[in-house]
């Protein structure tokens, strides 16, 4: 019996690493284990103010900030009965676009791209691929910019509140927004253009159902009330727990999510599948150039679905911020009640977030947050043995074998920090 | 690279010489990293905050964007050099200083929260910028305690020795 190791997991949030046990050339089990400790977040909030939760909450994570904060609200709004103004939800929709094109521009071209290109790093990369580190650090700081705007600073801006926002955008600072998206357009095409032209080894390739939001209006989005699966079925939002029965496993601190006893996916690659055909524009031209039913089996080309996802976002922000301009700034919608329950799902840019809330009296009494990474991580661990097993069958060498399992890995943009919100202590 | 606490001498007059060592020609700019929450661990974003107020073009914090700051120094033409200003443990005592030269600068892997000190520096080299890394030992990492004595002091000497540079050079 043996053992192949990364340890630690590198370009990923968090502290993890893979372990592979082989018995000759047999593989026992590989896994993704999550050394970040826990963090407790659900049970500090329980007793807590909507408000002050809602401050908390998003501290899970400074990369996921806005989306944790938009799955908090939406959870909380529907709990307390708040109605919130048209103008609050488009500009919501404009700090997701932001937080997007953020989060996959730092992924796609300097966390993912290395690997592809043959190179250790995007430092490494950075004299033969200057100018696509230089493409990553301008998409970044854009993104970073709408986030400022939208939310208060980079990273856990306070201004979105329950029923609204305490500060709207001002037209220069909105149309300043439209312009500099349209400039950067180019530079997600080269994203998509790159990973549209990589080959993606069929090693990790396996059937698996993705889980994304269902948006409004039959339009591609990043919230919904209901999730749609990829085996045709759609569910409410509020029964999310049917679709994320939760185990803890001895190697990770982070939760795990099966549904009907089977891994599933979520994230950029799963919105594609289940709303990509109502992608217009460049995106859309992109999605109907690239789409193939390999994206429903192989975990690699959620990088590419990442790079088709930013430039939809950077196509989307002229007609927000033209939307949000054009209104009035409404005040804020006051709660209806102090005793409810709700759920917001939200996509954060590595897939489906919820949050659920029980208030009592105008109190938290219990909250639930499932994060995407931990409904992701047994399917990681399904391609990832997949994928040795063939490999060490085809006498692939130990270290290729562990850089195709890092790829994997990385191709999900596992979240650690995030994953490991909660655990659950057994005392004997 | 300078350990300044222990050294014989003035510590803002060592300081002050161990800084011109490693700037070149033209302005100097500072880049304060950290997280003010956390105690010492915010000493980049005070010292950067507090020379923000006299030269708002040349000082940035961690709140302003770390990669969009480099890029937009990467861009201005001609050359300079950019110190990043953070708490780092440096296994001396608290309020320890060290001066540590781009060469000595080996952390290249990225997360999702921020791109390294490396590729930002790899980036300023290539607009003809010089780097190097101003690091301070901190005391205190706990969530929002106070900053220790040690740390402060060490924060207004590196204040009024790149205020004094800054002058002279921007």
């Known amino acids: 019996m043996r053992t192949l190791e990364v340890v630690p997991l590198t370009r990923v949030e968090g502290d993890g690493g893979i372990t592979v046990t082989l018995d000759e050339k047999k593989v026992k089990s590989v896994t993704l284990d999550i050394h970040e400790g826990p963090r407790l977040i659900e049970q500090m909030v329980v007793g807590m103010t909507p408000e002050d939760n809602l401050n908390v909450v998003p501290r899970i994570c400074a990369i996921c900030t806005l989306s944790h904060k938009y799955a908090s609200l939406r959870g909380l709004e529907k709990a307390v009965g708040i109605d919130p103004p048209e103008k609050a939800q488009v500009m919501r929709d404009l700090m997701m676009l932001g937080e997007n094109v953020e989060s996959n521009s730092l992924h796609t071209f300097l966390l993912a791209l290395p690997d592809f290109l043959g190179y250790p790093s995007a430092v490494a990369m950075l004299s033969d691929y200057g100018d696509d580190v230089k493409r990553a650090l301008r998409l970044k700081k854009f993104g970073n910019h709408v986030m400022q705007v939208t939310s208060g600073r980079i990273v856990h801006g306070e201004n979105p509140g329950l029923g609204g926002f305490g500060k709207y955008p001002t037209k220069k600072q909105l149309s300043e927004i439209a ?250 | 690279m300078h350990k300044l606490r222990h050294t014989p001498g003035d510590p803002e007059e060592v300081l002050t010489e161990a800084v011109e060592t490693v700037v070149g020609e033209g302005p100097v700019y500072v880049l304060g990293l950290g997280y003010v929450d956390k105690a010492d661990d915010g000493a980049g974003v005070l010292v950067a905050n507090t020379l923000k107020k006299t030269f708002p073009d040349y000082s940035f914090s961690e709140h302003d964007g770390v990669e969009g700051t480099v890029l937009d120094i990467s861009e201005r033409s001609g050359p300079g050099t950019v110190l990043f200003v953070d708490a780092g443990d440096l296994k001396a005592p608290p309020g320890t200083i060290e001066i540590v030269a781009r060469d000595q600068i080996r952390e290249t892997e990225i997360s999702t929260h921020r791109v390294p000190v490396a590729l930002m520096a790899a980036i300023l080299e290539g607009s003809g910028k010089k780097v190097a890394i101003v690091a301070i030992q901190p005391k205190c990492l706990e969530f929002r305690a106070e900053i220790s004595e040690e740390m402060g002091r060490s924060v207004a000497a590196v204040v009024v020795v790149l205020s004094r540079l800054m002058r002279k050079r921007n």
């Not at chain 1, 109502?278 to 429903?296: C, V």
């Not at chain 1, 909250?367 to 995407?372: H, M, R």
């Open chain 1, 179 to 428: 312009l500099r998206s349209k400039e950067l357009i180019p530079d997600a095409v080269r994203a998509v253009e790159l990973f549209g032209s990589l080959e993606y080894p069929e090693y990790p390739e396996a059937e698996t159902t993705f889980m994304s939001v269902n948006a409004p209006a039959k339009k591609f989005g990043l919230a919904g009330d209901s999730i749609l699966i990829s085996n045709g079925k759609e569910t409410d939002a509020d029964d999310y727990k049917k679709l994320t029965s939760e185990r803890v496993v001895p190697h990770s601190f982070a939760k795990r999510s099966q549904y009907r006893d089977k891994t599933f996916a979520v994230g950029a690659n799963a919105r594609m599948i289940n709303m990509g055909k109502r992608l217009d524009g460049q995106a859309g031209d992109f999605f109907k150039e690239h789409y193939s039913d390999r994206w429903l089996k192989n975990p690699l080309l959620n990088n590419l679905a990442q790079a088709i996802e930013m430039l939809w976002a950077l196509e989307q922000m002229p007609e927000t911020t033209e939307l949000v301009a054009s209104m009035k700034d409404p005040k804020r919608a006051e709660p209806t009640r102090l005793t409810g329950s709700g759920t917001g799902a939200v996509e954060a840019p590595r897939g489906t977030l919820y949050h659920h809330y029980d208030i009592k009296d105008g109190l938290v009494e219990t909250a639930d947050i499932i994060t995407p990474t931990a409904q992701n991580l047994d399917d990681i661990e399904m391609h990832m043995r997949l994928c040795a097993e063939r490999m060490l069958a085809d006498d692939k060498k130990d270290a290729e074998v562990l850089l195709a399992l890092e790829m994997v890995a990385r191709a999900y943009d596992p979240c650690i920090s995030c994953a490991t919100h909660l655990v659950t202590l057994k005392r004997f």
